[in-house]
């Protein structure tokens, strides 16, 4: 079976974030530059914090993905500060996009260790299609069991409606409320199984 468009347009393979020591002065900033063609003095890099602003993402979050080897600082200040590139925003919003569609942290690092280490050949396609198809089911499942919320909730909701109090204040029946009951009962059933 063929991926998805959508699990083919998904950057999957995103480029692997590159370490670079630590720059210690500005000139040995200049230095790395030229050496290594690699921008250091901080026009091309962004700082945690407006990494966290351009994916709305928090600062520790981001923290947590570097923890988790989920991202990658290409390099740190003489002050210790985190320094990113571009390809870190697509990045993250990356792994945001997996964590909407109901992936882990832990399976995202899955996801990223078997294409870092294997590439995307057809051995790794094989296992990607087969962890996006358990997902696919897996939401579909979901889906199916939020239907059955949903119209709980509208019949739960109808027979509290209808049982509104008369002019005397007490209208209510003993079926009304033993119906209402029995709405109850059922969504106890539903939302714990």
Do not use: C
Request: hydrophobic share 40%; net charge positive; proline share 5%.
């Amino acid at each position: 079976m063929q991926p998805t468009s959508r699990l083919a347009s998904m950057p999957l393979a995103v480029p692997r974030n590159r370490k670079l020591p630590a720059v210690e002065s500005p000139a040995a900033a200049a230095r790395e530059s030229q050496a290594s063609g690699v921008d250091t003095a901080g026009e091309n890099y962004i700082r945690v914090g407006e990494l966290a602003a351009r994916t709305g993402k928090t600062v520790r979050a981001l923290h947590l993905y570097e923890e988790l080897g989920l991202l990658t600082p290409v390099t740190r200040t003489d002050g210790g500060f985190r320094l990113y590139d571009q390809d870190a925003v697509v990045r993250v919003k990356w792994i945001i996009r997996m964590q909407d569609a109901g992936f882990t942290l832990p399976m995202i690092q899955d996801i990223l260790q078997l294409v870092e280490n294997n590439g995307f050949g057809v051995r790794t396609q094989k296992t990607l299609v087969k962890v996006f198809e358990e997902k696919l089911l897996e939401t579909r499942k979901q889906r199916e069991h939020l239907a059955q919320v949903e119209g709980l909730l509208e019949r739960t909701l109808r027979a509290i409606q209808e049982t509104a109090p008369g002019p005397q204040g007490n209208s209510r029946t003993a079926a009304i409320d033993e119906g209402i009951a029995a709405e109850i009962i059922r969504a106890s059933t539903i939302f714990h199984p």
